[in-house]
């Protein structure tokens, strides 16, 4: 089930893209067309949280789910940013985008390195922090297309305030973490090297010994035994 719902977040990209494009027939002015693709966008994001904790929770935690989770996460965040730097780029600038995709690269890097090396690197607050200040974003960025403000009674939302408050936290937010997950990283990395570098010293130590002891003792032959001659 874990990999099954890992699976329909992948499929829900090409619909992500569907309903932000040009072609989606119900372009009302009710804002149809932004509340469809908000609600993908919303799914999409719930089954992230979803499938993890099943996988968790049944210890159903397999090779294929560790390769499509970060998969799916990636394929969902990088369609959603290219899409909205063409579709409201008042708000979605295009270093923005290059900035957080970037970083998503670049944790899946380090997370693959330290796979190879035998660790791994949990998740921090801030990535967390980050992930759902990016939902508000998104979503925010979205409904911005057709709103500027919505009203709750006579009570004023501000759209457009939440949409760029949110994407530039964002932005600050994919920096810190970024450098966040990079230390964590580093320390880990610079401790199994240094475990790595001790213990090919050990056995540098352990493989050289006995032979310094034969040839120690061979010099030592003739000289407790004068009357023997060397060969």
Known sequence: MPNSITLTRIASVPLLIWALSPRF????????????????????????????YLARHRGQITTLGMLLDPLADKLMVTAAFILLVAYNPQVMKPWIAVLVIGREFLVSGLRSIASGEGFTIQA??????????????????????????????????????????ATYWMAILSIISAADYFVGFWNKIDHVSGRRRASVLSRGRKTMVPSEVASRGEDRTPASHPGVSRL
Not at 25 to 37: D, K, T
Not at 141 to 150: A, D, G, S, Y
């Open 124 to 165: 921090s607050d801030l990535g967390k922090l980050k992930t759902v200040v990016q939902i508000v974003a998104i979503v925010a960025v979205i409904l911005n297309h057709r709103w500027n403000t919505w009203f709750l009674g006579l009570f004023p939302i501000s759209v457009r305030l939440i949409a760029i408050t």
């Open 25 to 52: 027939p119900w372009q009302g002015a009710h804002g149809e067309q932004e509340i469809v693709a908000s609600a993908i966008f919303i799914l999409a994001s719930v089954t992230d949280g979803l499938d993890g």
